[in-house]
């Protein structure tokens, strides 16, 4: 991916010294061209009538207090509706290539950019309405097991809207170069719930399933991927 076109976003916090890693300094994030969010989503909320609030990426070193509590290394990024920010430690950019492997240099980045827009796609989500009604739905639901299929739909969904944000980008900025998709498809594969569950388990349980499976990550980003409009990303409608 061209990163080299795409300026810095002003819209990261700084927050490592906070938990004991190293604060200050710039670092390099793989977002979008006017800053994490913009662009694309600014474009496309403007389309049909809406404004797009940006998030915050809050870089962090091991802990932090968040508005959703206290964020740690191990829950990976997340995105956080009570603060509309975007949390990330640091090592998860060393953790991606080490874990993917496969991935290097600027495909890498694309790999990296995949999961960022999944967040960012849940702060779609966010403003929206999804999450609210997800929320609601899943205080309704009568099982644990239900309420998990409901929030595979909303991580499937996220993913999706990061393919429309890929879509986007790369008819603005001509941004996407051989390998970036494949990059994006064996992180993909890398976090479905199966392959997750099979390693640290042994085995699978797609009741306890949250994000999805690994042919359902890559198909749904796909799908976002191609069509370049969120409409295409109804998760909630039929078979997922």
């Avoid at 429309?164 to 970036?180: F, L, Y």
Wanted: hydrophobic letters at 35%.
């Amino acid at each position: 991916m061209r990163w080299d076109d795409f300026r810095r976003s002003d819209n990261i916090e700084d927050a490592r010294g906070e938990g004991g890693g190293f604060g200050g300094g710039g670092m390099g994030i793989p977002v979008g061209g006017g800053g994490l969010g913009i662009g694309t989503w600014r474009e496309i909320f403007k389309a049909n009538g809406q404004t797009y609030t940006v998030p915050r990426l809050r870089l962090y070193s091991g802990v932090v207090q968040g508005g959703c509590g206290m964020a740690q290394a191990a829950m990976g990024p997340f995105y956080c509706p009570n603060d509309r920010r975007i949390y990330l430690d640091t090592s998860f950019f060393r953790d991606i290539q080490a874990r993917f492997r496969g991935c290097s240099g600027k495909a890498c980045d694309f790999a990296e950019a995949y999961v960022i827009a999944h967040e960012v796609g849940h702060h779609v989500q966010n403003l929206l309405g999804i999450l609210p009604q997800v929320q609601n739905a899943q205080r309704s639901a009568g099982s644990k097991v239900e309420a998990n299929r409901i929030q595979v739909r909303v991580e499937l969904q996220a993913d999706c809207l990061a393919g429309v944000w890929a879509n986007n980008s790369n008819q603005r900025w001509n941004s996407i170069e051989p390998g970036d998709v494949e990059a994006a498809m064996q992180t993909a594969a890398a976090i479905g719930d199966d392959r997750l569950q099979q390693q640290s388990r042994g085995y699978v349980v797609p009741d306890a399933f949250t994000h999805g499976s690994s042919a359902q990550r890559q198909r749904w980003f796909m799908t976002g991927l191609k069509e370049g409009k969120v409409s295409a990303c109804n998760t909630f409608s039929g078979q997922v």
